[in-house]
């Protein structure tokens, strides 16, 4: 039997629904792309969201103008999809800034929205795309990584050090990865000033072994730490060609994955040897942690704590991957505000973690590492971002004092005599007048003819897994 949808009242009623603007259809997409890294705010905030978007409808709806019309899908579009849409395509499409994005953004769907309303008058089509796209991104399957095509791809190679010297024990070992750390002693050589060496002196106090020159064989964080937790891949050629790249950036996500899915955590797994990840990513095979943790490679793009809605949580979540997140981070210092906190949430994970034997912790110290600031205590300011070399290293140094006290005060704890701890750059300060390459590393708990086997930054994953009984 053909239906007549002109008479059949709940037909019509559906097609007029797919004709018109629908800024609940609209809006669809960013809800559910949204929800991929939800948290506990968003969901509350969720519903609320859905039935504004609706009244607005209803609101419109009776009003009926064109132009108010497109004035407001062109600013819902933009607030909620522009910034999304440039993560997606930066490095991979595109090398644009966000401005130059936002303006072709804005003109390709001024077009669209212009010929929809305007023209044919008709946003039916429009609509079913919408729905389609929600639709499927219930069945889209995730890219699937495997730490072995990676390997084979980049034409990765690794080895655990072998080591003569019995320093095994049951004891926690504690990696601190310092980001951007560098050597006091270097720092010394130029300033000649003796509260440059203030935490070596610490170190020293609480019998930590320092190696004042420890190298690294990367200058960026995301190949230097995945190189560390599977026992050091940089002999390779390929890593070497990678990291001098303009573009390297297009490859970070296959070396964070390589950070997160690791083979030092596996084989400590093998040997019944817990592994806590309170750093940048969580490990993939690692225990779960029930602390509040800001892993921050989860948070750079899409963070939650957005500064300038600090007082309001349901507020962050909500807009965390619209256009407010940029212009957070670009007028309001929303970037160091998510740093400081990830530098607070640190400090404060250091203080009330509960060491076990047999274990292996990893935290992330985001400090001395740019942005120069932490909350009121070190205000930040927007020149420190195109100091000259030299001015850019006197501020370092100055921060790097300041952060370093922080971290001595958490490290003074007594629970941390009973525990092997290595603290090391990921590498040194960029575009400053000193070797980026060259950290430093402290130990504890070692000696020294053990500590002569391993002589860079991305050795210490040999040196973890050797520190426990694993025979």
Not at 102 to 125: A, D, R, W
Not at 304 to 319: G, H, P, R, T, W
Not at 451 to 460: F, H
Request: positive net charge; glycine residues 2%.
């Amino acid at each position: 039997m053909k239906i007549n949808f002109n008479k059949n009242l709940f037909f019509q009623k559906i097609s007029e629904f797919f004709s018109r603007r629908n800024l609940l259809i609209i809006f669809l997409p960013y809800t559910i792309l949204s929800s991929i890294e939800s948290d506990y705010y968003y969901q509350n905030v969720f519903l609320i969201s859905l039935l504004f978007f609706f009244v607005t409808d209803l609101i419109l709806n009776k009003v009926n103008i064109k132009f108010i019309d497109y004035l407001i899908v062109n600013l819902i579009s933009y607030l909620f999809y522009s910034l999304i849409i440039f993560k997606d395509t930066s490095y991979t499409f595109h090398q644009l800034n966000f401005t130059v994005f936002s303006f072709i953004f804005l003109i390709f769907f001024g077009s669209i929205f212009f010929v929809i309303i305007f023209i044919y008058n008709n946003f039916k089509f429009f609509n079913v795309v919408i729905l389609i796209f929600c639709f499927l991104q219930f069945f889209t399957p995730k890219k699937n990584y495997s730490r072995e095509e990676i390997f084979q791809k980049y034409n990765l190679t690794s080895k655990i050090i072998n080591q003569e010297e019995d320093v095994k024990s049951e004891l926690p070992v504690i990696l601190i990865i310092v980001d951007g750390l560098t050597s006091a002693q270097e720092i010394f050589k130029i300033t000649n000033d003796k509260k440059d060496l203030q935490f070596d002196r610490f170190l020293r106090a609480k019998n930590y072994i320092i190696k004042p020159n420890l190298a690294s064989k990367s200058t960026w964080t995301q190949y230097s730490l995945s190189s560390l937790f599977n026992f050091n891949f940089h002999e390779s050629d390929t890593i070497k060609k990678i990291e001098i790249l303009k573009n390297s950036f297009a490859y970070r996500d296959d070396f964070r994955f390589l950070t997160s899915d690791n083979s030092l955590v596996d084989s400590l797994n093998n040997h019944n040897i817990k592994s806590f990840s309170y750093g940048l990513i969580p490990f993939k095979s690692g225990e779960l942690t029930n602390d509040f943790v800001i892993n921050l490679w989860g948070k750079e793009n899409f963070n939650f704590e957005i500064e300038m809605l600090k007082n309001y949580k349901l507020f962050q979540s909500f807009f965390h991957k619209s256009v407010i997140n940029f212009i957070d981070q670009r007028f309001f210092d929303g970037t160091p505000y998510l740093y400081d906190m990830n530098r607070k949430n640190t400090l404060d994970l250091l203080k009330d973690v509960k060491l076990q034997n047999n274990s292996f912790y990893y935290f992330h110290y985001f400090a001395p590492h740019a942005p120069f600031s932490y909350f009121e205590e070190f205000e930040y300011k927007k020149e420190y971002e195109k100091l000259e070399k030299n001015m850019r290293f006197k501020i370092h140094v100055k921060y790097r004092n300041f952060m370093m006290n922080k971290l001595s005060e958490a490290l003074n704890m007594e629970k941390f005599k009973n525990a092997r701890i290595i603290i090391a750059g990921d590498h040194g300060i960029r575009e400053s007048i000193i070797d980026e390459n060259n950290t430093m590393g402290a130990f504890k708990g070692y000696d020294n003819r053990t500590l002569s086997n391993y002589n860079s930054v991305q050795d210490l994953g040999s040196l973890i897994f050797n520190s426990f009984k694993t025979q």
